[in-house]
């Protein structure tokens, strides 16, 4: 590649490649130019155009690599010269890609959700189809193309963020291009990509946050209020972007750092409401309406209050979303949800840790209840604002109210706001979750109110939705919300607080209290029996007393060894611990002893430092009191005293100033002073100069008339001498010519025998010949045999070597059998070995399990007898628990005749005739499915259903004058001296030296004497065609 002395000259060549077809010879000479050392710390506007129009060509090629390099290269180039020419090169490098995009798009009309992954060069199944197939169709080059400039668009994005990443100047171009790739994106339907840009700038955004000190002027602050408000801004179009993409937890995230960033700044307005928009958007899609909630009534308080010019509609529908939203927040069994929360705590991963998180979003120190929500929409007067089919809905299900009558109120309400016309349904989404609410409060109250009811009744208090919608929401408040419930299909009832399993844990303290207060009652009724059940009990003790008493004595021993075991073993263990305790001190006295020496030793090294940096300073205070006394010395020889340093002039300036003077300083004066004297010496080397080219000048004019008559001499004397010096070659070449004559026809007469003495020859020779070429063939042929005899013979050596390996690995495979053969005898003894221990120990237990058993039978009749015991006194108990419950079943069966009576006096307008029951097949028995709830648990459980959903959303050059530093070029030579450069030049000499004959000149050796004609080679017709170019013209 070429080198170019300017970088025009390299622009302009690439220019005319570009011209004649050859792009890629184009880039390489650009980008050979942009890594030329002579241009790497040069920035000039002409670089600036090499660079623009280097990246063109790399978009145009699509070589990313070559761009990367370009623009790092670049951005070193012009850091100090010009930061704003890397920011125009860069939007235009990235305006160049995007067109490329567009057009390529417009081409043809496909959609890039079908391309995989643009960080991988090629899909994978399009390798394949590639590898199976002749050629490529034409649809599949075209997306091949389509796929590389989207792939190209993308890496564009991602180099020029890591260009931009640092640099203050560059911080609006850096956060431009990345709402850019945001938007591509979002346009393209690219969340994988979207989620590694996120990942990019968080990380850029913690590299800069890991510098400490005092950071460089070029470099990003993080602590900057420009620098966070820009960021704000980025991180609110991220968030936006990753909420319509569906990345929920991609969204989170943004929405944490956009909550550290307004920490540290004060947001503007429209980017805290934002804020709250979308934090409500993202729990909404997890299912925590706790939070949602929150997030519409913050979002409502700080639009309120901050934004003066909202209208009344934008208001409405601000405060009637807070109040549906908090509406669809399930109500909770305690109304202190920290005290409910903290029961289940365990880390940070508990659903109070979370809650407390989710509320530190809102900046607010305590977990937000429903209670809380809806208190502030009433005390703040947020409820009024409110739409008035919303404001009824909050009046209806917060109030108390008649169970049977609350979906027919409700019912209007939600069918106004389901229609969709009220705020352009931008209110639709909370119609399932209110009709869920008001569907599991209509279920509590219910259950608690009646015992059973039928379908068609409840069918007709739950009117808002359908019963098999129903069905699936009576399972689901069985099992989370507490509620008894079984449906009955074959007498088509609903049945409240059907009989459920209870959970053990829960029960057993009650079950401990009536076991006391029982046995209390049986003492207090019954003590006759008590003293007969004691004394049975002390007559099988004095039975039982002697095998009691050895079995206590040998458990008393054992425990007795067991506990002399127990000492052993702890004493030994004391001894180890005291063993490890002495060696850990040691190992600690001699830590403290290294860390001691390392001390002593960083002081030393710290009292040497700062003796040599007293050297030094010393030393250089000397060599500035040097420099400055030869300053002062050059000064006075220059004549420029009149230098300053620090205020005062050089001659000023004593030896005992210079320990307050900065030591760079004096350096800077003193390479001051060493420019003036050179810009001194070459202003008088350019007097002296232009002084000699005025002398010598003049003493050009004035030498040349006697020049020219000195040229005119010479002219006569060169054409005497050649004239002589042709006379006298001819002369000789005559001589030699007649010489050669004669010596001709003296040897003509011999040819003839010399030619048939030389054929003679030849002919001998060519039977040797011939029979030396028989003989190489026989012996090429018997080599050949020889060579293919070898060849067998190797191969017949290396089948031997083979079968003696193949033997060898025989008998080590009947080695290593033989072996494993002992091995296998050796484990089978062991194992037998094993197997008689092993038996003997079953021995050892089984008898040992006799005697448990015996020990067991024995325990079993006493357990037997008190357990009939147990079973009279628990059949009066029997007795007394159904006469109690047969009078609360009469009482049941009054207050249902009440509530009937009640119920059709307030419907006697529409009074219904009695509905005969169908005959029922009894030999199909009770047909009837129960829906009972779930075991139930402790309020952890519960409590986890708050936060459940919490975790849900993870899911040519041009010749310059010469400048005044520069040689002066050379001055346009005389007249006299351009006679060399004529026709007579140009053919061969100068047309008054030129002569029809060659001679040589004075200086020249003579020319080689001529061959005889009788030695003539056979091309004599040739030199006879040659003419005058062979010789001279009397020889033809």
Known sequence: MATFQKPENALKRAEELIEVGKVQDALDTLHATMQNRKFKNMWTTCIEQIMVRHLELCVQLKKMRTAREGLYQYRTMCQAANIGSLELVVQKFRKAAEQKVHEAKAQQDSDLAGVEDLDEQEAPHSILLRAIQAHDTRQQSQDRDLHMHFRFLWDTYKVILDVLKSNVRLEEVYHETAKHAFEFCRVNKRPAEFKRLCETLRKNWQDLQKHTGKVPVHQVDPRNADTISRTLETRCSQLRICTELDLWRESYLTATEIYELMSKARPKPNLRSMYYEYLGKIFWKSDNHLFHAFACLKNLQFVKAAKSNITKEELQVLASRAVLATLCVPFQRNSDIHATLELTTEGASSPYEKAKKHAQ????????????????????????????????????????????????????????????????????????????????????????????????????????????????????????HGINIQINYSHKTIVFGAPRKMDMKSMRQPLIEIGHKLQQAMQRVAPEEQHKKEKLEKQQISQNIVRRIEEETKLIRQRKDEIERRKEESERRKDIEEQKAIAAQ?????????????????????????????????????????????MKKQADMTKTSNLKIEGKKLIDIDIDDMAGFDPNKIIAAREAQRQRERQEKIRLRKLESKRVDHLARALREEEQEYLEEWADDIVAEDESYVEKAQDKEIEEQRVKHDEGLEERATLISYKAPTDVWAEGLLEARRAAHKEAEREREKRCLQKAIDLKIQRARQRAKEAAASEAEKKKLKRERDEAETKKKEQEEEEEEHREMEEERSRRQEEEVEERRVTEEQEKEERALRTEQRKKDREADQEKLNQQTDRQRQKEVEIEARQKSEAEERSSARAAPRKEEPRKEEPKDDDDGDNWRSVRKAPARDDKRDDKRDDKGADDWRSGPRSAAPTRDEAPSERPKPTWAKPREDKGRDEGGDDWRSAPRSAPTRDEAPSERPKPAWAKPREDKGRDEGGDKGGDDWRS
């Open 361 to 480: 979003l809102f900046n607010v120190a305590s977990v937000p209840t429903r209670e809380t929500i809806s208190q502030n929409l009433v005390e703040k007067t947020l409820l009024p604002l409110a739409a008035e089919p919303v404001r009824r809905l909050f009046d209806l299900i917060q109030s108390d109210f008649t169970p049977l009558s609350l979906c027919q109120d409700a019912k209007p309400y939600l069918d106004e706001i389901a229609k969709g016309e009220l705020f352009d349904g931008q209110l639709v989404t909370y119609i399932t979750p209110l009709k869920q609410i008001i569907f599991f409060r209509l279920m509590k109250q219910l259950s608690e109110v009646y015992s059973n009811m039928t379908i068609d009744n409840f069918e007709a208090a739950a009117s808002i939705v359908p019963f098999s919608i129903a069905e699936k929401w009576m399972a689901n408040a069985a099992r989370h």
């Open 586 to 630: 040691r190992k600690q006295e001699m830590l403290e002893a290294a860390a001691e020496r390392e001390r002593q030793e960083k002081e030393r090294i710290q009292r040497h430092r700062e003796r040599e940096e007293q050297l030094k300073k010393e030393a250089e205070l000397l060599k500035n009191k040097e420099m400055l006394e030869e």
